[in-house]
T-cell receptor, first 116, second 110 residues
Framework: DAGITQSPRHKVTETGTPVTLRCHQT?????MYWYRQDPGHGLRLIHY???????DKGEVSDGYSVSRSKTEDFLLTLESATSSQTSVYFC???????????????FGSGTQLSVL | SQQGEEDPQALSIQEGENATMNCSYK?????LQWYRQNSGRGLVHLIL?????REKHSGRLRVTLDTSKKSSSLLITASRAADTASYFC??????????FGRGTSLIVHP
């Protein structure tokens, strides 16, 4: 999966607990994204980053925060997990430009999160 | 809200047949991309078509883009059982933030 590692791969947690998901890339791509995937909704953007310490909200950012202190790492934090945040979370990376490989997203393998 | 919407939601065909999926979107785009997702895996990029292109080929894949109708189609020729997957279109309007549709689930029967 193009040098992208998501951890953990699976997590079960309880409502109200904090959870942090990690995305690590070895491609030195500038953009990193967090999406969640739910049945009937496809992929929805949570947050994205366009550089170190540069982040912005996506379509479904409520209840989530992110941090990017290094090019290679993008963390997604659920401050107080709720059952509605049970989902599969995907990290993706891309590098803007006009070349053939630019602008396409490379995805990690996903994290299955269950909030009980 | 989703920018692109795929149609049909589900498609079931026999091996050797062609599979056609459509994507409609609402606002102007910089490019449109198609991705495949096998069960339990991340998405894999298939093909990118820019707004000034009308057709693009990659192996058994053919993508068309009609910006006047705000629609795109993905054709997979001579389908194989291994093509069984979900297919997503993603539109990008110049901000490098692709927006995905809900996907088409394709089943190819051997």
């Amino acid at each position: 999966d193009a040098g992208i590692t998501q951890s953990p791969r699976h997590k079960v947690t309880e409502t109200g607990t904090p959870v942090t998901l990690r995305c690590h890339q070895t491609e030195n791509h500038r953009y990193m994204y967090w999406y969640r995937q739910d049945p009937g909704h496809g992929l929805r953007l949570i947050h994205y980053s366009y550089g170190v310490k540069d982040t912005d909200k996506g379509e479904v950012s409520d209840g989530y925060s992110v941090s990017r202190s290094k090019t290679e790492d993008f963390l997604l934090t659920l401050e107080s997990a709720t059952s509605s945040q049970t989902s599969v979370y995907f990290c993706a990376i891309s590098e803007p430009g006009t070349g053939e490989d630019n602008e396409k997203l490379f995805f990690g393998s996903g994290t299955q999160l269950s909030v009980l | 809200s989703q920018q692109g919407e795929e149609d049909p939601q589900a498609l079931s065909i026999q091996e050797g047949e062609n599979a056609t999926m459509n994507c409609s979107y609402k606002t102007s785009i910089n490019n449109l991309q198609w991705y495949r997702q096998n069960s339990g895996r991340g998405l894999v990029h298939l093909i990118l078509i820019r707004s000034n292109e009308r057709e693009k080929h990659s192996g058994r894949l053919r993508v068309t883009l009609d910006t006047s109708k705000k629609s795109s189609s993905l054709l997979i020729t001579a389908s194989r059982a291994a093509d069984t997957a979900s297919y997503f279109c993603a539109t990008e309007g110049g901000s490098y933030i692709p927006t995905f549709g809900r996907g088409t689930s394709l089943i190819v029967h051997p």
